[in-house]
């Protein structure tokens, strides 16, 4: 199993943050360090420092660091146009030396694209432009050095494209997830190379799992999908500790674990993941919510990490 440290920025971090969780992270042995894509904070609590921007996190973050994977849980399809957003990631894959991740979604947060004049539409044409996106970034990135590309979509329309810059990293990783039970399965299995269940119960992966792979032989795809998760994690040596950790996030323990949380003690964690890797899954995405808490970090890398 995998480990990678998935941090939610809107809640209120500065890039300071973000590089000491990061640098903790890489120094750890975890696998990535993950992102999420928001501008507005989710729940009650100060907005401050205010969003940071993505991409331009993980772009500084690809000169500051040397190992760790980086990227997104989920860039949202209504934040950037195909073409800009296909040359960013393919500058920070190449800044970093080919250590990014695109995860990409169709988006679901009203409020912040009301806050920020971002056009919200209705969640059918959302998913119709997610799949134009995938479809165009995709392409942009496997068009031969010297080729063009076009595109003539319904909500997009690329015209002789040099499709410069190429990523170092040939494919970029793409990661689709969420709970969806047809479109989403289907985006997976024909443009993803990582499925990720975010947020659920251990018991109701498998099914999802099960409806990509599904999605995946109707297609006829022969490459294998790598299947993730997603959880939050809220791991100390006592159960001070724990209810601790858990109420610095204005949570429960006992409500974290009942539904797929990494909760408890190192001895725990390492039982919980288990289970997730019976589920199906390869890499686990562990939500750190406190980032000034960089001992919750280096806790699981010690004694949580070696013993899976």
Not at 14 to 36: I, P, Q
Not at 156 to 180: C, E, F, M, N, W
Not at 198 to 223: C, H, M, N, W
Request: charged share 25%; glycine share 10%; with cysteine.
């Amino acid at each position: 199993m995998r480990l990678v440290i998935f941090t939610e920025p809107q809640q209120g971090a500065s890039h300071d943050d973000l590089l000491r969780v990061a640098k903790a992270a890489e120094d750890g042995g975890y696998d990535g360090f993950f992102r999420s894509d928001h501008y507005l904070r989710m729940g009650d609590g100060s907005p401050l420092p205010g969003p940071t921007d993505a991409w331009i996190t993980l772009a500084a973050l690809a000169v500051q660091t040397s190992r760790i994977r980086l990227g997104t849980l989920v860039s949202s399809a209504t934040f950037r146009l195909p073409g800009p957003l296909a040359i960013a990631v393919a500058q920070v894959d190449a800044m970093s030396g080919g250590r990014v991740e695109f995860g990409l979604g169709g988006g679901w947060f009203e409020s912040e694209h009301t806050a920020y004049g971002i056009p919200f539409p209705p969640v059918g044409e959302r998913f119709d432009r997610l799949e134009e996106q995938l479809e165009i970034i995709t392409g942009l990135w496997s068009t031969p050095a010297g080729a063009t590309y076009d595109f003539d979509g319904k909500h997009y329309r690329v015209t002789d494209s040099p499709a410069l810059p190429k990523p170092v990293q040939t494919p970029v990783p793409v990661i689709v997830g969420g709970h969806g039970k047809k479109r989403t399965p289907y985006l997976a299995a024909r443009y993803a190379t990582e499925f990720n269940v975010p947020f659920s119960k251990i018991e109701d992966i498998p099914a999802q799992y099960a409806r990509v792979s599904a999605a995946a032989e109707a297609l006829g795809r022969t490459e294998p999908l790598t299947y993730s998760a997603a959880a939050v994690l809220c791991v100390g040596r006592d159960d001070a500790e724990i209810n601790r950790r858990a109420a610095a996030i204005g949570r429960e323990a006992d409500e974290m674990r009942a539904n797929g949380g990494i909760v408890g003690t190192p001895a725990e964690a390492v039982e919980t993941i288990k289970r997730y890797a019976e589920a199906g899954a390869s890499r686990l995405f562990l939500q750190v919510l406190d980032l000034s808490d960089l001992d919750h970090i280096d806790l699981v890398a010690a004694e949580v990490a070696p013993k899976l």
